[in-house]
């Protein structure tokens, strides 16, 4: 059973607009939340994180707001440009540190 | 070079071949770790490593053997694998801080994988 979710596959966004990601996950003991980005044949980059004691994390374009009533996070990316197409992870930090991933979404951004 | 290299980047191996993966980080991080991505997948974590000693074997089939010599480099030796096994290993490193309940981790540094086809 997957621990943290992101449900939408691909989105796929205009230029100048914002994007936003979700993710859900079902683990009340997460205390630690982070976004990476993955190019094509490169690794995932550390993008984003946010503790549990915050519910918004801002980094220039990229905001990240959590939800934990609702175990709901969210990246925000305003605004969005054709160089952030890419694909997307959701990452929790369980009880003994190590991170559970999401399956990603892959971002397109359309001049 | 800096960060986390991995190599090589794409290996095709058959089922009776013993091949190993090469990981080597250059940001004197403490822990290294290696994931398993698979198309339509999560990233799905299999080894990690804090001071070069193992911590977390997540249930990896014995085919797949890590070895951390010290903690800048970490292989991952392969052998009689299965065609189920072709996926993207990655290979990351982070610092531990602290200790027990207190520690955290930096987040993870990843290389740019290995793309591994079994035939």
């Known amino acids: 059973d997957q621990q943290v979710k992101q449900n939408s596959p691909s989105l796929s966004v205009q230029e100048g607009r914002i994007s936003i990601l979700n993710c859900d996950y079902t683990?009340?003991?997460?205390?630690?939340f982070l976004w990476y980005k993955k190019y094509p044949a490169e690794g995932p980059t550390f993008l984003i994180s946010?503790?549990?004691?915050?519910d918004k994390n801002e980094d220039g374009r990229f905001t990240v707001f959590l939800n934990k009533s609702a175990k709901h996070l969210s990246l925000h990316i305003v605004p969005s440009q054709p160089g952030d197409s890419a694909v997307y992870f959701c990452a929790a930090s369980g009880p003994r540190g190590n991170l559970i991933f999401g399956k990603g979404t892959k971002l397109s951004v359309k001049p | 070079e800096t960060g986390v290299t991995q190599t090589p980047r794409h290996l095709v191996m058959g089922m009776t071949n013993k091949k190993s993966l090469k990981c080597e980080q250059h940001?004197?991080?403490?822990?290294m770790y290696w994931y398993k991505q698979s198309a339509k997948k999560p990233l799905e974590l299999m080894f990690v490593?804090?001071?070069?000693?193992?911590?977390e074997n997540n249930s990896v089939p014995s085919r797949f053997s890590p070895e951390c010599p010290n903690s800048s480099h970490l292989f991952l030796h392969l052998h009689t694998l299965q065609p189920e096994d072709s996926a993207l290993y990655l290979c990351?490193?982070?610092?531990?801080?602290?200790?027990?309940?207190?520690?955290?981790?930096?987040?993870?540094?990843f290389g740019n994988g290995t793309r591994l086809t079994v035939t």
């Open positions: 990351a490193s982070s610092q531990e801080v602290g200790q027990g309940l207190s520690s955290y981790n930096s987040p993870l540094h």
């Open positions: 490593y804090s001071l070069e000693e193992r911590v």
């Open positions: 946010i503790s549990s004691i915050k």
């Open positions: 683990n009340s003991m997460f205390d630690y």
């Open positions: 940001l004197g991080h403490n822990a």
